[in-house]
Every structure is written in C-alpha cells, then in structure tokens.
C-alpha cells in the first residue's frame, strides 16, 4: 500500500498541485508520466452549499463569473484546458479558505460543471432521463455571438467536466497528456450542478469518523467506515405509490407474488364486481393466482393457492368455449365458441340502449351495437368526441342477426348472432379464449340516437370452465409525485434486467437517484433531523494554454453507462462466497459520443483514439472497471481504487477512494493511444464487493477522445 500513502498521505504536500500528487492506471513499462500541472492556472469558487445532517443539495446553480482577466485574455480567442483541479472547502469571511471538508462530513455523489462561452444552461421543461442521470439543463448557443469557425474546435461555447465527479474526485487525476486539450472560445461563466449528501454526525466532535443515525432501510452496518446515506436510501419520508396493471394469461406465465397482489389485480381487471377472495391450497387450482369462473350459484372468485403443485392456467389461446357477463348499465351476456358468437343484452324496453366493446370511453372510437325500442339492431363506429361534441359516428354494415326480441316488463332482451371475425376492421373481432374485454355502455333518454342519458365504463370477463390465472402486466411508480424513471435495458446493452436487478423496477426500488432529490431528508420520518447547517463550497481550478491550432488536438467526450442509460443499479447481497457482484454491458464504440458532438463527423473521419478515461463508481464497494475492445479482446483500459488508510492525512479518510484514470499520449510514461473504428464493438465489467447490498451504485465510463481524420 505504499503508493496509496504517498497518494492520499501527508506525503504528497512536496506536490504543488492543489490537491498533492495522483497516480494513472495504466502507466507504460518505461519512462515516468508527471501528474504536476505545471499551465497557467484560475480558481473559481461555487455558490454555497448549506445543508442539514441527512439532506441533500442536488441543484444547478447560477452563473458563477468567471475572473476578470480571464475573461478579458481570451475574448475572442480559443482556451485550451489541459486539466483541472476540485475540492470541497470551508472559507472565512474574507474569502480565503479554511480548510477541506472531509468526505464523511460531505459525500460528493457526482457533479457536473461546465464553462461557458457563447452559451448558457437553459432549464429543461421536463427532466430528461434518456441517458440514466436525470439531466434538467442543455447547453443552449446564444444566437449573434462569435464562435470559431475552426472545424477542429468541436464544442467552442461551452465546456463540460464530470470525470471521476464522485466520492473519488479530488484525488483522481483530472489532465491531459502534451497537445491534448479541451477547447472552449471565450470563456465567461461557470456553472456547477453538484448533488452532495451531509453526512456528518452532529452528536460526535471527536477526531475521525463515526456513523450518524440511518434509516431501517440502510444496510449500513453499525461498525461501518461509510455512511450508508451515500446511497439514497428510501426513507419513510419518501411518498412512494406504486401502480400495477394486471392481465389474464396462460401456459406458465409468472403470477401475481401474493394473496394482497392476486386480490388488487382480480378487483381490477374484473372491475370490482361480484367477487369473494380466498386463500388455501388445492391442488386442483393453478400455483399462485387465478380466478375461478362463475357457476349459476356462485360469483367469481379471486384465489390465491399455496400449494405446492397445482392444474394448469386456461389456455392462452386454443379453440375451446368461454362465456361472461356484464351488469353494468346494460347487461351483456357473451358466449364464444369457435364457430361464432351469441350475445344477449338487455335493457330499458322503451329507450335505445348500447354496448361498446374493447374501449373505456367514446374517444377510443369503438365498435358498438345499438338496440332500439321498435325491435331493431345497429351497429356502428363511434366518432371522436371533443367537449362540446359526441359523434355517434358511422353506421356500418350489418354482422349480427337477430335471433329474438323480447320484453318482460320495462325490460327488453335481445339475442343475437355473429361470425367471430369482423367483417370490416371496423367490426369487433371476437376470440374464443380467456381474456378481459374493456366496455362501455350507454343508455338513452327516448328512441331517437342522440346524447345519451347516462353512460359509463365496465369490464366483460371472458373465461371458460377451468381457471384463468391472473399476471402483472405493467408496473409503475411515483416518488413524491415523480413518475419512477426506471430503463433497464435488454442483453447485449445490459444484463441488469438478467439479474433482476431490483433498482429496474418500482416495487423493489429501495434506494438511488430516486429517492435523493434536491432538499430531500434521507432519516426516516419519526427520526428527528439534528440541528445545525453546514456551509462549504466546491472549488475548482483550471489549468490552461493559449490555443495553438498546429499543436492542440479538441476532446469531445465520449460516455457510457455499464448499466447503460438506468443511470444507476443495486449490488446485491451474497449468499456464498466470493462476495463479487458483476454487471456487464456490450455496445458500439461511435454510439457513446456525448451531447453536442456533430454526429456528421463519422461520414468523412477514420474513427477516434482514447486520450483519457475516468471512471465513477461509489465507496465503498467499488472494486474493479473493465473495457474492453471485443473484437481483439484487448483490454483498453482497467481502474482499480484507492483506499484511504485513516492515517491523518489530507483526503486519506478511510474507506474512501482515488480512481486513477488511463491516460494515452505520445510521451514518456504512457502508452500510444488506442484507436477505435466508428463500428468497433466494446464491452465493460464491473466488479463490487458484495458482502453487503449497496444502492445507487454506479459504472460509468467518463472519457475523452480525440478524432482521426
């Protein structure tokens, strides 16, 4: 571990960078890489960062300027930014610093900084999630203003810095090797985004650390080096509404999980009516949740079996019988056979009434059949609807054949027939298998078609003489009114969805992004916030060259996510040892290009080389990231953390970490660059240490890249 002490100990004060000496992942077997930046140099400071033991600051804060004489040097010219530097700082009244602030006290979960040119962060509408971190800004060009026309400069009005941006970041190299740098025409503001978490315990003034209260949720175990509010628990005091959709299905298809699950899904798709829930174990019923059709003296019945073996589900398709009924405003009786359809409905005798199958309201435009009072039958395509405005829409051609009409008091009965197939794509097709049909019925107020009396939605259930088992189609969720952002991918982009990754779906979201919005307490609610605010600020420095267009090559990022765009995952508990979790992503290595790149590039360019890669991922269970080039199988780049020792040193808190990045130049210490075509495939490993579960983890590759033309 000597090199850890020398990185993370008092050692490296004989450094005269900001933050002491770092280390790269990939050195070459000869020559020695300096990581002294030895460029001019301009510190910025962010806005304040204030907040409470448990909560957290998540937000995108204003336009920091940048110096005047900066500003001044480069307007209308080109800054190329060889590398940079951040911490986390107290400050005095006087604006001299006063120290860093301990990453136990304030967990730097990522963040994002851009310097600015001719361009601002314009707020987005609605908070993007297409790429796994929820992005609320874009960089937007200011129209009129001056922008290079040097095709080599790719992104000359803003700027973006987020490489190794987590718990990692003040000790992970942040520079470019000789000619490499990224480019930005007249730099004017800074703007910073940073998602931090307070984790320091009030209730302890001693030296180190010592875990401050968690909620139930946290797997933190109570000797812990970390605070398990780094991982966005989901606290009591989150408001978290989850909301299934449910669906009949067949063969072996996965039912609903429990008796409270089976009961809410029959309810639903049976539209509440005429049901009794039971729980037991028969084994002549389906394993899990089924319903049990009707029969002329009992309703039907949502059951719930435990037994271990059971009959089938009813068929998924096939050409057996099935028949249901609707008691709604009309009653309907449907029986389905393979060879045609009987339907029975029922009504005020001296009134129109109608039926319209597979739609929940006019606007779904459905097929309906129209019984009138003289005795005759339409059937008709309803038209669209608007506020002022129901179109009783198109009468069709005649299917159905009227076999009889009676009345019986004020009641009238009619019975008729039809081929199960439509005779236009306008017709209902009928299919004689288990299955839910959404309905709307209506009643009139006299003879003629016009707005209807009353009217409403209901359900005809379709089921034949064994058990239809019941599934969970969809599952939703909202957190404090935020509709769950969940995108987990399929193999090859991801394996999450493989594993059944609980972070991919909202009934077993347990904690992440999600849970971890701007201002929100991660304690549980009876557990009272500590008082007491803490104020620090990030504080950047940011080395430079004046642009030389003969030396200095433009890096455009290249990003990607292992969990490929779900923006985070969980690492779950083992159950045997080794204790190693792994996620595995494939892609195309042109398809990772970042944000503003012109994408027409790849029409008239070679591909691109790797300069520098910055991984993230979070203490502290980050072992190992891995990518590859799968079709050499050449490993491109590997990164291993840092541990911090709790020697006393600067940044060496234990358990906390330094990713050194791979870096790839044409001097000595590094090795060449490797270069990638537009359609290379890749692939990237990530190890966690699994002993414990952990949320919110994430595997994000950070790179920049430089273009070959």
């Given at each position: 571990?000597?090199?850890?002490?020398?990185?993370?100990?008092?050692?490296?004060?004989?450094?005269?960078?900001?933050?002491?000496?770092?280390?790269?992942?990939?050195?070459?077997?000869?020559?020695?890489y300096?990581?002294?930046?030895?460029?001019?140099?301009?510190?910025?400071?962010?806005?304040?960062?204030?907040?409470?033991?448990?909560?957290?600051?998540?937000?995108?804060?204003?336009?920091?300027?940048?110096?005047?004489?900066?500003?001044?040097?480069?307007?209308?010219?080109?800054?190329?930014?060889?590398?940079?530097?951040?911490?986390?700082?107290?400050?005095?009244?006087?604006?001299?610093?006063?120290?860093?602030?301990?990453?136990?006290?304030?967990?730097?979960?990522?963040y994002?900084?851009?310097?600015n040119?001719?361009?601002?962060?314009?707020?987005?509408?609605?908070?993007d999630?297409?790429?796994?971190?929820?992005?609320?800004?874009?960089?937007?060009?200011?129209?009129?203003?001056?922008?290079?026309?040097?095709?080599?400069?790719?992104?000359?009005?803003?700027?973006?810095?987020?490489?190794?941006?987590?718990?990692?970041?003040?000790?992970?190299y942040?520079?470019?090797?000789?000619?490499?740098?990224?480019?930005?025409?007249?730099?004017?503001?800074?703007?910073?985004?940073?998602?931090?978490?307070?984790?320091?315990?009030?209730?302890?003034?001693?030296?180190?650390?010592?875990?401050?209260?968690?909620?139930?949720?946290?797997?933190?175990?109570?000797?812990?080096?970390?605070?398990?509010?780094i991982?966005?628990?989901?606290?009591?005091?989150?408001?978290?509404?989850?909301?299934?959709?449910?669906?009949?299905?067949?063969?072996?298809?996965?039912?609903?999980?429990?008796?409270?699950?089976?009961?809410?899904?029959?309810?639903?798709?049976?539209?509440?009516?005429?049901?009794?829930?039971?729980?037991?174990?028969?084994?002549?019923?389906?394993?899990?949740?089924?319903?049990?059709?009707?029969?002329?003296?009992?309703?039907?019945?949502?059951?719930?079996?435990?037994?271990?073996?059971?009959?089938?589900?009813?068929?998924?398709?096939?050409?057996?019988?099935?028949?249901?009924?609707?008691?709604?405003?009309?009653?309907?009786?449907?029986?389905?056979?393979?060879?045609?359809?009987?339907?029975?409905?029922t009504?005020?005798?001296?009134?129109?009434?109608?039926?319209?199958?597979n739609?929940?309201?006019?606007?779904?435009?459905?097929?309906?059949?129209?019984?009138?009072?003289?005795?005759?039958?339409?059937?008709?395509?309803?038209?669209?609807?608007?506020?002022?405005?129901?179109?009783?829409?198109?009468?069709?051609?005649?299917?159905?054949?009227?076999?009889?009409?009676?009345?019986?008091?004020?009641?009238?009965?009619?019975?008729?027939?039809?081929?199960?197939a439509?005779?236009?794509?306008?017709?209902?097709?009928?299919?004689?298998?288990?299955?839910?049909?959404?309905?709307?019925?209506?009643?009139?107020?006299?003879a003629?078609?016009?707005?209807?009396?009353?009217?409403?939605?209901?359900?005809?259930?379709?089921?034949?003489?064994?058990?239809?088992?019941?599934?969970?189609?969809?599952?939703?969720?909202?957190?404090?009114?935020?509709?769950?952002?969940?995108?987990?991918?399929?193999?090859?982009?991801?394996?999450?969805?493989?594993?059944?990754?609980?972070?991919?779906?909202?009934?077993?979201y347990?904690?992440?992004?999600?849970?971890?919005?701007?201002?929100?307490f991660?304690?549980?609610?009876?557990?009272?916030?500590?008082?007491?605010?803490?104020?620090?600020?990030?504080?950047?420095?940011?080395?430079?060259?004046?642009?030389?267009?003969?030396?200095?090559?433009?890096?455009?990022?290249?990003?990607?996510?292992?969990?490929?765009?779900?923006?985070?995952?969980?690492?779950?508990?083992?159950?045997?040892?080794?204790?190693?979790?792994?996620?595995?992503?494939h892609?195309?290595?042109?398809?990772?290009?970042?944000?503003?790149?012109?994408?027409?590039l790849?029409?008239?360019?070679?591909?691109?080389?790797?300069?520098?890669?910055?991984?993230?991922?979070?203490?502290?269970?980050?072992?190992?990231?891995?990518?590859?080039?799968?079709?050499?199988?050449?490993?491109?780049?590997?990164?291993?953390?840092?541990?911090?020792?709790?020697?006393?040193?600067?940044?060496?808190?234990?358990?906390?970490?330094?990713?050194?990045?791979?870096?790839?130049?044409?001097?000595?210490?590094?090795?060449?660059?490797?270069?990638?075509?537009?359609?290379?495939?890749?692939?990237?490993?990530?190890?966690?240490?699994?002993?414990?579960?952990?949320?919110?983890?994430?595997?994000?590759?950070?790179?920049?890249?430089?273009?070959?033309?």
């Amino acid at each position: 571990m000597a090199a850890c002490s020398v990185l993370l100990g008092a050692a490296a004060a004989a450094s005269t960078n900001m933050n002491g000496e770092y280390l790269i992942g990939n050195p070459a077997a000869t020559g020695t890489y300096s990581t002294e930046y030895t460029d001019e140099s301009f510190t910025v400071y962010s806005e304040p960062i204030s907040a409470r033991y448990s909560q957290t600051y998540w937000t995108m804060q204003p336009n920091i300027p940048l110096p005047d004489d900066i500003v001044a040097k480069f307007n209308g010219k080109v800054m190329a930014i060889t590398g940079y530097e951040v911490d986390q700082v107290f400050r005095n009244e006087d604006g001299t610093d006063n120290g860093s602030v301990p990453i136990y006290w304030a967990y730097n979960h990522h963040y994002m900084a851009w310097l600015n040119g001719a361009a601002d962060l314009v707020k987005l509408d609605k908070t993007d999630y297409s790429s796994g971190h929820p992005r609320k800004y874009k960089v937007v060009e200011r129209m009129g203003e001056r922008v290079t026309t040097d095709p080599k400069v790719l992104s000359p009005a803003s700027a973006l810095f987020s490489e190794g941006n987590g718990g990692e970041f003040r000790k992970s190299y942040h520079g470019y090797p000789r000619g490499f740098a990224q480019l930005l025409e007249s730099p004017k503001t800074l703007n910073v985004e940073p998602m931090q978490i307070d984790t320091r315990n009030r209730e302890y003034n001693g030296t180190g650390f010592r875990p401050g209260p968690v909620p139930k949720i946290s797997s933190q175990p109570a000797d812990a080096v970390y605070s398990g509010l780094i991982e966005c628990p989901c606290s009591t005091r989150r408001d978290i509404r989850v909301v299934r959709t449910y669906a009949v299905c067949g063969g072996t298809a996965t039912a609903a999980s429990d008796a409270g699950m089976c009961y809410e899904g029959v309810a639903t798709v049976l539209n509440a009516t005429g049901t009794v829930n039971a729980t037991g174990s028969r084994a002549d019923l389906p394993i899990g949740c089924s319903i049990v059709p009707a029969t002329a003296s009992a309703p039907a019945k949502a059951y719930f079996n435990t037994a271990p073996a059971g009959a089938a589900c009813a068929a998924a398709s096939g050409s057996g019988a099935v028949a249901g009924a609707m008691n709604n405003l009309v009653q309907l009786h449907v029986a389905v056979n393979a060879t045609g359809v009987t339907i029975t409905a029922t009504g005020p005798a001296d009134v129109w009434f109608a039926a319209g199958f597979n739609a929940q309201s006019m606007g779904d435009t459905p097929y309906a059949i129209v019984m009138f009072p003289d005795g005759s039958v339409q059937e008709r395509k309803i038209g669209t609807v608007s506020e002022d405005h129901h179109d009783p829409g198109t009468e069709l051609a005649t299917q159905v054949a009227v076999v009889s009409n009676t009345v019986a008091g004020a009641l009238r009965t009619v019975v008729m027939t039809r081929a199960l197939a439509g005779k236009t794509p306008d017709h209902y097709t009928f299919t004689n298998v288990p299955s839910v049909v959404p309905m709307i019925n209506a009643i009139g107020a006299g003879a003629t078609l016009v707005y209807h009396k009353v009217k409403g939605p209901s359900h005809l259930v379709l089921l034949g003489t064994e058990p239809l088992c019941l599934c969970v189609g969809s599952v939703g969720a909202t957190i404090d009114g935020q509709v769950y952002a969940g995108n987990c991918n399929p193999e090859p982009y991801s394996d999450l969805l493989a594993q059944h990754n609980p972070s991919c779906y909202p009934d077993t979201y347990r904690g992440g992004l999600q849970c971890c919005k701007h201002q929100n307490f991660l304690l549980d609610a009876d557990q009272e916030v500590p008082p007491g605010v803490m104020t620090y600020f990030m504080k950047f420095r940011f080395y430079y060259q004046p642009y030389d267009p003969a030396y200095h090559h433009d890096l455009p990022r290249w990003y990607w996510q292992t969990e490929n765009n779900h923006g985070e995952y969980d690492v779950t508990a083992c159950t045997v040892e080794p204790c190693v979790h792994t996620i595995t992503s494939h892609g195309t290595a042109g398809d990772q290009m970042w944000g503003g790149f012109p994408q027409e590039l790849k029409q008239t360019t070679k591909g691109f080389q790797f300069v520098y890669c910055g991984g993230h991922c979070h203490a502290p269970s980050c072992l190992s990231m891995e990518l590859y080039n799968a079709e050499t199988g050449d490993l491109i780049c590997r990164q291993e953390p840092v541990i911090g020792q709790g020697t006393g040193g600067k940044y060496d808190e234990p358990g906390y970490i330094a990713l050194p990045p791979c870096v790839w130049g044409n001097e000595p210490g590094v090795n060449p660059p490797p270069v990638m075509q537009w359609d290379t495939p890749i692939t990237s490993i990530k190890r966690n240490n699994n002993t414990l579960s952990h949320t919110g983890e994430m595997a994000s590759w950070q790179c920049r890249v430089s273009i070959v033309y």
